[in-house]
Structure formats: structure tokens, C-alpha cells
């Protein structure tokens, strides 16, 4: 099992839908989480950093629950520029630090 | 301020050559990263240094890969004897830290072609 584990996608929603997407860490000693946003062909960015009372910026809503181990990021009015793979990540003290999931595809449609 | 930068952005060489893939770090970013990505996959670790010395060199597929970084700066990525299996975008990351807070800061990488 990998240590960290999304939904496999691709995920096809309209513009203007809300889409979510999950992801699952087994290494319960991990102590940051993060979403990345990757565009065909670009390098990884940071979309927002996961705290544990959840938090907001924009349309973008991240969620951690701890004691199930698992994060979660749910993007509303979807556009058009969403469209991107998006990497959670999880931050432990210890070997490489940061784990990245194998991603989610989102392609938003007109 | 500047981002992490690598170097060449595009390399193309011929089965059995050697390369070197440069990254420059953020400024003050003691930990530095280096991953692969083939076409369509995700990222695979390779190995991670904090200052000069690398912890974890776990990701390294064989032996005709290795990595050194100095002045807890500057790292090359060094793979001899390359196959076309080595093809892939060779991504590095820097963090100012590794743990708890800190995050990863990636270069656009450096597109390698093994013909």
C-alpha cells in the first residue's frame, strides 16, 4: 500500500461545477499537508497548505481529519484554468520528508 | 526574490552518455530535493539533502545515478552511462526546512531525452 493515496481520476466537470477530491495517508506520525497543482508539462506549485481546523482561500477549501487520516479539497464554481493534476503531500520528520501522492486529474469543460 | 532554477532546461544525448543536471536552490533553503517524472506518472523521489550531506538516498534507481550538492547550495545530479528508461523531467525542490511548517519550492525542470 503507498503511503499516500488519491482518488485516481480523471475527473470531467462542467464550469461553475464543485468538485472533490480525497486522499488518504497511512503514516500517522505525518505531521504537514499540503495541495499541489500541477499543469501538463509545468512543476509542481503549492496551492495551499492543510490545517487542522480546515481552511479556506477563494474557492478552494482543504480539510484534515486526523484520526482517520485523511484530507480532503473541494473546489467550487469550477473554471476553466482549474484544470491541472493536483498532488496532495504529506510532511514527516524523517527519510525523504515530503510523500506525494500520485495525483488527480481535473479537467473542467466549457 | 528567485526561485529554484535548473539547468539545461532541455537535454537530449545518446544512449550511453553521461549528464549533469544542475539545481540552484532558493537562497537559505538548507534542504534540497531531486525527483523524476516520466511522461504521464507521478513523482518519484530520488534523494534529499540537508547542507551537503544527503539522509536519503533511498530514490536513487541504480548505480549510474548519484548527486552531490556543496556549499549547502549548488547540486548535481550526475547520470552515467545513460539508457532510454532514463528519460524523463528531472524535477529539484528546496525547502528552508524539513520539518513541521515548511514547505517545498520546485524548479521547472530539466527535460532529459536519452535517444
Known amino acids: 500500500r503507498k503511503e499516500v493515496e488519491q482518488d485516481p481520476g480523471p475527473f470531467n466537470v462542467p464550469e461553475g461545477a464543485t468538485v472533490a477530491f480525497n486522499c488518504t495517508y497511512s503514516?500517522?506520525?505525518?505531521?504537514?499537508f499540503f495541495w499541489y497543482r500541477q499543469d501538463c508539462r509545468k512543476e509542481p506549485k503549492l496551492l495551499m497548505s492543510v490545517y487542522s481546523s480546515g481552511n479556506e482561500d477563494g474557492r478552494f477549501t482543504a480539510q484534515l481529519n486526523r484520526a482517520s487520516q485523511y484530507i480532503s479539497l473541494l473546489i467550487r464554481d469550477s473554471k476553466l484554468s482549474d484544470s491541472a493534476t493536483y498532488l496532495c503531500v504529506v510532511n514527516r520528520n524523517y527519510g525523504q520528508n515530503f510523500v506525494f501522492g500520485p495525483g488527480t486529474r481535473l479537467s473542467v469543460l466549457p | 526574490g528567485a526561485g529554484v532554477s535548473q539547468s539545461p532546461s532541455n537535454k537530449v544525448t545518446e544512449k550511453g552518455k553521461d549528464v549533469e543536471l544542475r539545481c540552484d536552490p532558493i537562497?537559505?533553503?538548507?534542504?534540497l530535493y531531486w525527483y523524476r517524472q516520466r511522461l504521464g506518472q507521478g513523482l518519484e523521489f530520488l534523494i534529499y539533502f540537508q547542507g551537503n550531506s544527503a539522509p536519503d538516498k533511498s530514490g536513487l534507481p541504480s548505480d549510474r545515478f548519484s548527486a552531490e550538492r556543496t556549499g549547502e547550495s549548488v547540486s548535481t545530479l550526475t547520470i552515467q552511462r545513460t539508457q532510454q528508461e532514463d528519460s524523463a523531467v528531472y524535477l529539484c525542490a528546496s525547502s528552508f526546512g524539513t520539518g513541521k511548517g515548511n514547505t517545498q519550492y520546485f524548479g521547472p525542470g530539466t527535460r532529459l531525452t536519452v535517444l
Open positions: 503514516n500517522s506520525a505525518s505531521q504537514s
Open positions: 537562497s537559505g533553503h538548507t534542504a
